[in-house]
């Protein structure tokens, strides 16, 4: 039995609305393959980062409780 693959599902966040300056996420990958895989929006076949989906929940995180704003 061959296993299947798993592809990308690609998003961007409702919050997005900068013109075009965002990311995009396929956070379907973080408990199969343990990664999250992002990309530039304005690139969709450039470069993917795949980043371990503890470190991607961390970050999130951090976001959330602002522990990541400019001082």
């Known amino acids: 039995m061959t ?4 592809s990308p599902r690609w998003f961007t966040s409702s919050y997005s609305d900068n013109g ?6 396929a ?3 973080a408990i199969s393959h343990g990664v ?3 990309r530039d929006s304005k690139n ?3 470069p993917v980062l795949s980043v371990p989906a503890r470190a991607f929940a961390a970050f999130v ?5 602002g522990g990541l704003g400019t001082n």
Do not use: Q, W, Y
């Open 20 to 25: 075009g300056a965002c990311v995009e996420v």
């Open 36 to 38: 999250v895989p992002v």
């Open 61 to 65: 995180s951090g976001v959330k409780a």
């Open 44 to 46: 969709p076949t450039g």
């Open 3 to 6: 296993p299947t693959i798993e």
């Open 27 to 29: 956070a379907n990958l």
